[in-house]
């Protein structure tokens, strides 16, 4: 999955963390990525590869006469070997196939475990599936939001949000940008895609 950004402004997107390694290839103007409280500046040509389940943020800092321009692109969009910790493949399964109702039982059917192991699992890994579910709902829309494959009134339905929850104001949260935002930072619409894969 690859996405073409472009900002004739300064704009950042908050709180990256993807289940899958994502690369960061600037093209031009100002292009940083910061992990792990440090900010790595971007030269047009160089390229940055972010570990799945790293945290990042990414900023761009174009201008009217000078946008700044990088590609994103995920890696490795399967779902994760069976030795792989539990929270690592409930979050890529997420991402995936982000329109299933997923929940303990659903997953315990899935990976031929009992529900009380699976929460069990999770406690001891120090994380909770409501919130999994929800941050990988969120990058998934994300990236559907750049590459404009789903129209933006889909996009909830799409992603498996829940109805009576505010997909706007929890993206913007997030990330610090509103769905329209993302959308028109895409130059334009990847033609590669990468469905659904349990």
């Not at 109702?101 to 699976?118: G, K, N, P, Y």
């Not at 941050?135 to 933006?152: K, N, P």
């Amino acid at each position: 999955m690859r996405v073409h950004l472009q900002s004739p402004m300064h704009i950042s997107l908050q709180r990256l963390l993807l289940a899958f390694p994502l690369s960061v290839a600037a093209t031009q103007g100002r292009v940083a990525i910061r992990r792990r409280g440090y900010e790595r500046v971007l030269l047009p040509g160089q390229e940055i590869t972010v570990a799945p389940f790293e945290a990042v943020d990414l900023h761009l800092d174009g201008s009217g006469a000078q946008p700044a321009l990088c590609d994103l692109e995920l890696h490795g969009v399967m779902p994760a070997a069976a030795q792989a910790a539990l929270h690592h493949r409930i979050c890529k399964r997420v991402f995936l196939q982000p329109q299933y109702a997923w929940s303990a039982a659903f997953i315990a059917e899935r990976l031929d475990m009992s529900t009380a192991q699976v929460r069990r699992t999770l406690f001891a890994q120090g994380t909770a599936l409501t919130d999994l579910c929800r941050t990988q709902r969120l990058m998934r829309v994300l990236f559907e939001a750049m590459s404009g494959q789903v129209v933006t009134a889909g996009l909830a339905r799409f992603a498996g949000w829940p109805a009576n929850s505010d997909l706007d104001c929890a993206f913007y949260d997030r990330f610090g940008l509103s769905i329209d935002a993302a959308r028109r930072l895409a130059l334009h619409r990847a033609p590669e895609r990468h469905r659904s894969v349990a």
